[in-house]
């Protein structure tokens, strides 16, 4: 990756976190580079925001080591946080303050020096496109805003790491979009770590994820190597004389047959040993289905999710 000659930011090895027998989080690794984008996925409940919680020091490890630029969180916590913007699933914003105000309270909290306060906050309002809100009630802003206020928060110390939690959750799809693109944006000049559970905004923003389930991670690459997974496990065929989808699931053994629309197919769960495609060509001369296109097909984002989540470790 284009990243592995920037500095290592964060590295965390071996996080685990019990709460009694229950165990929430299990050995989970990860490292962050200047200028990476990691993408940390799962349905609710995977472990997500407990390990985030590790991650910027809110919650200590029941095992494991975290460094934040070289500094043990753990030993040397305050030293550690300052190198971290970690803006949590519900902001922590003081809706009765103004922007102005709350930025300058946040920034005083981060130990911004006096003389550099007013530059801190116009560098985060400008970043975020907060400026022309600089006057107004945090409680009066639309979500999308307040969820830009959240970012100038985790953002106005200039944080080697940025940590978001469900960034985008309740927006309407342009704030959706927005958020993304600022997202991206800091990615170019900060470590930026992204909870989400949803697959396609970590294939929009991210250089690679981790998919937890039950508090292990069960997939750990690269972004393009995600897109590999989706691609290559279905196809769609289209007939001019389709056969009822009975009869195709009849005709082709273990693989999984969905309606797309009438006369065109999805056919998912294909193995590399057992391509159908060839039996699907000569069925359809021999019956007279007039297939007239078969094309390769992404596994969709609930099937990827499915396969993934349902088994314990997933062997890539």
């Given at each position: ?51 985030m ?54 920034a ?41 206020v ?67 991670v ?27 989808q ?31 495609t ?39």
């Amino acid at each position: 990756m284009a990243h592995q000659d920037n500095p290592l930011t964060l590295s965390a090895s071996g996080l685990t976190r019990r709460y009694g027998n229950n165990i929430a989080v299990s050995d989970v690794s990860l490292s962050l580079r200047k200028g990476e984008i990691i993408g940390l996925l799962g349905p609710n409940g995977a472990g997500k925001s407990t390990t985030m919680k590790m991650i910027t020091g809110n919650l200590a490890p029941t095992e494991g080591s975290i460094q934040v630029c070289g500094i043990d969180l753990i030993d040397d916590p305050i030293a550690a946080k300052t190198k971290i913007g970690y803006l949590p699933e519900i902001p922590p914003l003081y809706k009765e303050l103004r922007v102005n105000e709350y930025l300058k309270l946040v920034a005083k909290l981060h130990k911004v020096s006096a003389k550099r306060i007013h530059v801190a906050i116009d560098h985060a309002k400008e970043r975020t496109g907060l400026t022309e809100m600089s006057q107004r009630l945090i409680g009066s802003l639309s979500k999308g805003f307040q969820q830009r206020v959240g970012i100038a928060q985790a953002i106005i110390h200039e944080p080697e790491v940025v940590i978001l939690d469900e960034p985008t959750v309740g927006l309407d799809p342009n704030q959706i979009i927005e958020i993304r693109s600022l997202i991206k944006e800091l990615g170019k000049s900060h470590s930026v770590i992204l909870s989400t559970h949803i697959l396609p905004e970590v294939e929009a923003i991210c250089d690679s994820v981790k998919i937890m389930h039950k508090g292990r991670v069960v997939f750990d690459d690269g972004i393009g190597e995600l897109r590999q997974f989706r691609s290559g496990k279905s196809i769609q065929a289209s007939f001019r004389n389709p056969p009822t989808q009975t009869l195709l699931e009849n005709t082709l053994s273990n693989v999984k047959i969905t309606t797309i629309r009438e006369g065109v197919y999805r056919i998912s769960g294909l193995e590399l040993e057992h391509d159908p495609t060839d039996d699907l060509v000569q069925i359809s001369v021999n019956k007279g289905w007039g297939l007239f296109e078969l094309v390769g097909a992404q596994a969709s984002v609930e099937e990827v999710f499915v396969e993934l989540t349902t088994q314990d470790i997933v062997s890539m």
